[in-house]
């Protein structure tokens, strides 16, 4: 679990958790029917920034105000195929803030009957714009996880 | 046949043609197993890059010259669909330059049996990267198709 | 016009028009800054078949009873750039049914300044999914297009 | 190094390994002017199919005899970006077979300076098409491996 960070897709594990809805499109989908694993990123990158929305730091005004976050690890365990259509709560947290990093917590599951899709975690980094070095959270994310 | 200036796949309607291969990815099929049809613009891409790398100004060098060439229209044609692990051809040319823009024209067929999978048109535009207005192209390709 | 049956983005003249909302995605951008020119495809699906599902024909339960609906060409004019986390309004409506074949008309506008991002035209087929060959449309569809 | 099975892009720990290229297509950047960190997953299927295809059983042919290798998990450690038309060298050798399910390792290099781009393992099962259930690996696979 070291990878992991002791995350196995419980979410209970997870803080300031926040679960938006994603539709899988055909171009989601591969000849065996089932959503391609490389596009599961991008639904985590959809959960990541919408759960940055709602804690009030867009990661959009983050970037305009100089901070990168580039991802500096992943891990993803697929539990379940979904199909073309379906219905996706993607449910996102925070599992660790530590020095110029944040580590975010996923767990996917369908709409239609609860099933456990996949879940997954990332690692980002806080990054200077122009120096490109690692820097410390914003204080805003700081106060809400003390 | 006017938002294709012409052109129908019939690739001797092109100047300065070239191809290149591109081996159809499992990430790039869907459900209905074929090749997704919001992927071959990539391959377009993938054409219209080797092409211009082989003329002698690759698109990269461009962009460091400080000219940027957003696309302004595309068209394309399915004729054949193609499947998982299909070795394509992507023929790509010339069709017209003038003003600032430049129209390519595109013919993908299989490998195997020579089937065409699409044809299409793709024009471009010649931006100035600091003022986004359009510009001429650069000198060498209008010697190029003088 | 006439790869795109006279459409030239105004909705006014598709029937049934629907609107349906895509968020940009960082994964739909590139290095330009902008959205992908080979992204709105996949847009232009999320527009058509929410659209679908709205006239109560969605296009999953098409594949169900046996009809499968390729893209037969594709026409986009790219009209202003949009960018990461840009929420786009897809509105899609239908240009023609005409034998075996449906033309879908698009356009996709931006939410915060009302721009016209792009619009575009699709043409599909409809075609058995065991013989593979071309269908009429579903009695449905016509009736609601009469 | 649990979820990876020890491996950290070393690829002295890999056997049968294989090396493929992939050239960094437009498409596959985002606005930070990187490539995309959902795209590399791609590089990783495209590792694996090359090297299944150099071991003489290529994955179309896995399909076409019955045996679908769904991933089950996968992890990516990125190490430095890589850019708009950087020539990537795709690394990829086994590093565990056992029971119904194969562990690749994927190391990806830059070919201009040697610098790793990113590392990683997938995780996949061996399952029969028809019932979806797991199955040993093909005899040839575990010839190779003993």
Do not use: C
């Not at 539709?23 to 490389?38: E, F, H, K, L, Q």
């Not at 944040?102 to 767990?107: L, M, P």
């Not at 709409?111 to 456990?116: K, M, Q, R």
């Amino acid at each position: 679990m070291e990878k992991t960070g002791g995350f196995d897709g419980n979410i209970e594990l997870l803080r300031l958790t926040h679960t938006t809805q994603v539709r899988v499109r055909y171009g989601d989908t591969d000849a065996m029917g089932y959503v391609y694993y490389g596009n599961y990123p991008t639904f985590f990158e959809v959960g990541r920034n919408e759960t940055m929305r709602a804690l009030g730091f867009p990661y959009g005004r983050m970037e305009n105000e100089g901070i990168m976050m580039p991802v500096v690890d992943m891990y993803v365990r697929y539990m379940t195929p979904s199909h073309y259509d379906d219905l996706l709560n993607v449910t996102t947290g925070i599992l660790d803030l530590r020095g110029a990093s944040i580590v975010f917590g996923y767990r996917i599951t369908r709409e239609a009957d609860g099933a456990t899709v996949v879940w997954g975690t990332t690692t980002l980094a806080f990054v200077d714009r122009e120096t490109r070095k690692p820097i410390r959270p914003p204080q805003v994310l700081r106060d809400l996880l003390r």
